[in-house]
């Protein structure tokens, strides 16, 4: 494990990998996070190494922009953790080729991404996710469908966002283990699906600040 995190280390993350993985091929956790790094992710890093077997890696709270590099979602098959939070990281998230199935926590919170949730983050990539965190951004567009497939998902953070439309009832309905639903500041209308209400396993619910309307 390499934890670097809270210094005051600056500068772009080098695209010569063998600074983290030259002496640790198998590296299994990278901790970068609380510094103040900056410039985009490099792809080669990720093409090079991820498919070692890097289970967790936090990045969060530095100041990184630039998209999320496609071989960070693609290649990186064994990654559990991902935390890229409080960062400038943007882009079209709905171009995002997810393929991360042994992920269980996701947090990508207080970025710049736009756009769509991509629907293969609801597919094969969710399988295992257990925490998803995507507040603070500029993402639109409706919660996908492709959540009914996300069995395992307890905690849904999406606030402070400019998502729209109505709660797709039958989706949240098949999410049987979800326990935490975040969706305030964002633009959803309609009515409130009775699944939600009657849900056996919602202890949290925010709806606060949206356009929904009719009885309860």
């Known amino acids: ?3 670097l995190s809270y210094n005051s280390l600056s500068g772009e993350i080098p695209e010569e990998s063998g600074l983290f993985f030259g002496s640790s ?11 103040h790094l900056s410039g985009t992710l490099p792809d080669s890093i990720f093409t090079q190494h991820c498919g070692n077997g890097l289970e967790y890696l936090d990045l969060s709270s530095n ?16 990654l559990q953790y991902l935390n890229l939070s409080n960062n400038n990281i943007g882009g079209r998230f709905d171009t995002a080729p997810f393929g991360l199935g042994s992920l269980k926590t ?9 756009g769509p949730i991509p629907s293969g983050l609801g ?17 639109s567009g409706s919660i996908p469908q492709s959540f009914a497939s ?20 039958d989706t949240l309905s098949e999410m049987r283990a ?16 009775t699944s939600i209400l009657t849900s056996q396993t919602l202890k949290v619910l925010d709806m ?9």
Request: proline share 6%; aromatic share 2%; hydrophobic share 40%.
């Open 1 to 3: 494990d390499l934890n």
């Open 25 to 35: 091929p198998n590296l299994k956790s990278l901790d970068l996070s609380a510094n």
């Open 63 to 78: 100041e990184l922009s630039g998209p999320i590099p496609p071989s960070l979602l693609q290649k990186c098959t064994s």
């Open 106 to 114: 996701l947090d990508i919170s207080n970025n710049s991404l736009a």
């Open 123 to 139: 597919d094969s990539a969710c399988s295992n996710l257990v925490a998803l965190n995507l507040s603070m951004n500029n993402l």
């Open 150 to 169: 996300c069995a395992s998902l307890a905690s849904i953070d999406l606030s402070y966002n400019n998502m729209s439309g109505e709660l797709p009832a």
């Open 178 to 193: 979800l326990e935490i639903l975040v969706l305030s500041f964002n633009q959803f209308s309609g009515a409130l699906p």
């Open 208 to 216: 606060g600040s949206n356009k929904l309307s009719g009885a309860l």
